[in-house]
């Protein structure tokens, strides 16, 4: 007991110095982001990406998740800098296949959609980044979600990491103290990782990311994991054992296509579909994170207020390189210096 005892205070104590580096770098080096970059130069992007995405999320709601998981998963691999969008080419190995994304990012096609608008009206002024990070805001906002306003001015990256997309992003079956070592990586607190985790409202799951939690070795009537006979019945017809890696289960199943506070009630109810997502009230490290779901599934508006200050905060992270050597992409999907000599 006692090495194990010793090994817990030892991550606890990586966790804090993570945070605090981060949180030292993140101060000294934020380029600056405006509200009104583009204001002379591209008037109506936001009203033309509002208008795209309503027609994504009005065609198919699930849109709505695609899109916010898609910036979200853009922001923890070399900042906010539109490298999640690039495909491999001969010389680059992009971030789309990387483990933590190939079997879970869509929605590429829609950005190649809005790109392909703005690009219409103001080309080569609006970067991919600063595009995507406004898509989701208007993601959410069209399913129920607060409203924030989103600070431009990101550059589009030249290069991606598939190598970081697997080491950054958290996994579904992950323990609460080693997620909360990869947000605060980032620079994002405790409570950035709460609020933001609720944008699993909306989302999905595949079958191969809760089949552990569904058939582990935990009482279904159990304080700590009450699944109920049912839920628990309706889950396994969806996930079988063995097989249908790719069948889906809505996060929040009592309001899938709503953006509001259900997800923090069913973590209370031990209903929690993903295990890193239960973590956060189950977990005997989870003092902090058991009281701020409690908190947001009590006060859904505390939970918009905080999930819209803590995008403005992920949505800041930057890549510092891009800001020296990025761009404006004119494909989402290439570099320019590929583009041209295409």
Same mark, same amino acid.
């Given at each position: ?37 583009? %204001? ?188 109920? %006979? ?64 409690? %908190? ?16 403005? %905060? ?29």
């Amino acid at each position: 007991m006692a090495p194990n005892h010793h090994s817990k205070i030892l991550v606890l104590l990586l966790v804090v110095l993570s945070m605090m580096m981060s949180l030292i770098c993140g101060d000294t080096s934020s380029p600056p982001l405006t509200l009104d970059y583009y %204001k002379s130069s591209c008037p109506r992007l936001l009203s033309i990406v509002r208008k795209e995405m309503e027609c994504a999320v009005l065609s198919d709601t699930r849109n709505a998740a695609t899109i916010l998981r898609l910036h979200m998963h853009d922001c923890f691999v070399q900042g906010c800098d539109g490298s999640v969008l690039l495909d491999d080419t001969v010389t680059l190995k992009g971030e789309k296949k990387a483990d933590q994304n190939k079997h879970s990012l869509r929605g590429f096609k829609i950005m190649d959609r809005i790109k392909m608008m703005v690009e219409s009206e103001c080309p080569g002024v609006v970067s991919c980044a600063d595009i995507l990070t406004l898509a989701a805001r208007d993601a959410v906002i069209l399913v129920g979600g607060p409203y924030w306003d989103v600070p431009l001015g990101r550059k589009d990256a030249q290069s991606a990491s598939n190598e970081l997309a697997d080491s950054n992003l958290p996994g579904a079956n992950e323990g609460l103290l080693s997620i909360i070592s990869k947000f605060a990586y980032q620079g994002l607190s405790v409570t950035d990782m709460v609020a933001l985790s609720g944008a699993h409202t909306i989302g999905m799951a595949r079958c191969e990311n809760f089949r552990a939690r569904i058939y582990g070795d935990f009482d279904i009537t159990s304080e700590k994991d009450p699944l109920s %006979k049912t839920h628990l019945n309706n889950l396994r017809s969806v996930c079988p054992a063995i097989g249908g890696d790719n069948n889906v289960s809505a996060i929040d199943y009592e309001t899938p296509n709503l953006f509001d506070n259900s997800y923090y009630q069913l973590l209370l109810k031990g209903q929690g579909l993903l295990n890193s997502d239960q973590e956060m009230y189950s977990s005997m490290f989870g003092i902090e994170t058991k009281y701020l779901v409690r %908190k947001y599934a009590e006060d859904g508006l505390e939970f918009f207020k905080q999930f819209a200050e803590s995008m403005v %905060k992920m949505g800041n992270i930057t890549n510092d390189d891009s800001f020296v050597n990025g761009e404006v992409r004119n494909n989402c999907r290439f570099v320019n210096s590929l583009s041209h000599s295409e």
